[in-house]
Nanobody, 120 residues
Framework: QAQLVESGGGLVQAGGSLRLSCTAS????????MGWYRQTPGKQRELVAT???????NYANSVKGRFTISRDNAKNTVYLQMNSLKPEDTAVYYC??????????????WGQGTQVTVSS
């Protein structure tokens, strides 16, 4: 088994910053892409940003220039630095990772979600 644990959410004023972290643990052989998604009530979960093992990144247009995704492969951790936050960034943020376990099985894993609230 493997699991993802997120941290770093909270309440911040518009224009402020937050940094989310997500660490994978368990019977992990390797991790492919990692990413962040977000969801608000009544809406589908949407991609925020992804990063490959080699560091190639992809961002939603709505966060380009404000958010930065990074990862520390040695720590099995992915980060999301969020700057210039807007009220519309308010959502539950979920970490995602494509993990190859030591038994060679490959699965998509999700974190439990962390609430980010941006006040105007």
């Amino acid at each position: 088994q493997a699991q993802l644990v997120e941290s770093g959410g909270g309440l911040v004023q518009a224009g402020g910053s937050l940094r989310l972290s997500c660490t994978a643990s368990g019977r992990i052989f390797s991790i492919y892409a990692m990413g962040w998604y977000r969801q608000t009530p009544g809406k589908q979960r949407e991609l925020v940003a992804t990063i490959t093992t080699g560091g190639m990144t992809n961002y939603a247009n709505s966060v380009k220039g404000r958010f930065t995704i990074s990862r520390d492969n040695a720590k099995n951790t992915v980060y999301l630095q969020m700057n210039s936050l807007k009220p519309e960034d308010t959502a539950v943020y979920y970490c995602n990772a494509r993990i190859v376990r030591v038994d060679a099985r490959e699965y998509d894993y999700w974190g439990q979600g962390t609430q980010v609230t941006v006040s105007s």
